[in-house]
């Protein structure tokens, strides 16, 4: 069982910055991928970012590539997204969540290939 807990979420302006953290209880944490998703009101959920159980491979959806960056610190159990040059259309629930296979070294990019999911933070993003 991956317990999974997300902070560092808040307030921003547009072209700030902020980091996200996800925090894992459980030893086995470091074996998934992980992925941060984000949804809207009105919108579906979307993954983000997504890095594979290594660390070695990574994927992020066209909007946030140049911007965001996502890295994983095994020894801490965990996993953080650096967002920067924000927008107001970055604004979302921002969840991680933790790959339903151990030692996966392709990153899954749907929903599907997550099994373990935190509460989710809100980032709002101020123009």
């Known amino acids: 069982q991956v317990q999974l807990v997300e902070s560092g979420g808040g307030l921003a302006q547009a072209g700030g910055s902020q980091r996200l953290s996800c925090v894992a209880a459980g030893r086995t944490f470091r074996l998934y991928a992980v992925g941060w998703f984000r949804q809207d009101p009105g919108k579906e959920r979307e993954l983000v970012a997504g890095?594979?159980?290594?660390?070695?491979?990574?994927v992020y959806v066209d909007s946030v590539k140049g911007r965001f960056t996502i890295s994983r610190d095994n020894a801490k159990n965990a996993v953080y997204l650096q967002m920067t040059s924000l927008k107001p259309e970055d604004t979302a629930v921002y969840s991680c969540a933790a790959g339903k296979k151990v030692y996966t070294s392709v990153v899954p990019t749907t929903r599907d290939g997550y099994g373990y999911w935190g509460q989710g933070t809100q980032v709002t993003v101020s123009s």
């Open positions: 890095i594979n159980w290594s660390g070695d491979s990574t």
